[in-house]
C-alpha cells in the first residue's frame, strides 16, 4: 500500500523560508515522478515543482522558480521541498504526489506538473504566509 505523508507546514512571514517533506512508503519502482502541488482556497490546483527520481531531472512553475527547489532522499525515500523568499501568494494546502505510469518522456512535456497524471497523493500540508 502506497503512503505519501507530508510534514513542514506551517506559518511564516514574507520573505521566510520553510522545507516541506514527503515520506514515501510502498512505492518500489524506482523510475518514477514525483511532485509538489498547492490549492488556496478557491483557486485550482497548481503544479509548483516536479522530479523524475532516475534522472533527477527536475521541473519548476514559473511563479516558484528560483525560490523553490525539489530534492530527493532516495536513501530514506523522502522528498523535500524547501521554500525561500516566501510571498502571501505562496499561502496554500501543499500535497505531494506520485505516479509509477507515468514515462519520463511523457511527463517531461509539461514538466510533471500535471496533476490528473499522478495517481498517489499525500494528506497535505498548510502553508500560510503573511504580509
Same mark, same amino acid.
Given at each position: 500500500?502506497?503512503?505519501?505523508?507530508e510534514?513542514?507546514?506551517?506559518s511564516v512571514?514574507?520573505?521566510?523560508?520553510?522545507t516541506l517533506?514527503?515520506a514515501a512508503?510502498? *512505492?518500489?519502482?524506482?523510475a518514477k515522478w $514525483?511532485?509538489?502541488f498547492?490549492q488556496?482556497?478557491g483557486k485550482?490546483?497548481?503544479?509548483v &515543482?516536479?522530479?523524475?527520481?532516475?534522472?533527477?531531472s527536475?521541473?519548476?512553475a514559473d511563479?516558484?522558480?528560483?525560490?523553490?527547489?525539489?530534492?530527493l532522499?532516495?536513501?530514506e525515500?523522502t522528498m523535500y521541498?524547501?521554500?525561500?523568499? *516566501?510571498?502571501?501568494?505562496?499561502?496554500? $494546502?501543499?500535497?505531494?504526489?506520485?505516479?509509477?505510469s507515468?514515462?519520463?518522456?511523457?511527463g &517531461?512535456?509539461t514538466l510533471?506538473?500535471?496533476g490528473?497524471e499522478?495517481?498517489?497523493?499525500?494528506?497535505?500540508?498548510?502553508?500560510?504566509?503573511?504580509?
Amino acid at each position: 500500500q502506497v503512503q505519501l505523508v507530508e510534514s513542514g507546514g506551517g506559518s511564516v512571514q514574507a520573505g521566510g523560508s520553510l522545507t516541506l517533506s514527503c515520506a514515501a512508503s510502498g *512505492l518500489t519502482y524506482d523510475a518514477k515522478w $514525483m511532485g509538489w502541488f498547492r490549492q488556496a482556497p478557491g483557486k485550482e490546483r497548481e503544479g509548483v &515543482a516536479s522530479i523524475y527520481t532516475a534522472l533527477r531531472s527536475t521541473g519548476y512553475a514559473d511563479s516558484v522558480k528560483g525560490r523553490f527547489t525539489i530534492s530527493l532522499d532516495k536513501a530514506e525515500n523522502t522528498m523535500y521541498l524547501r521554500m525561500n523568499s *516566501l510571498k502571501p501568494e505562496d499561502s496554500a $494546502m501543499y500535497y505531494c504526489a506520485a505516479t509509477t505510469s507515468l514515462s519520463w518522456a511523457a511527463g &517531461a512535456r509539461t514538466l510533471g506538473l500535471r496533476g490528473d497524471e499522478y495517481n498517489y497523493w499525500g494528506q497535505g500540508t498548510q502553508v500560510t504566509v503573511s504580509s
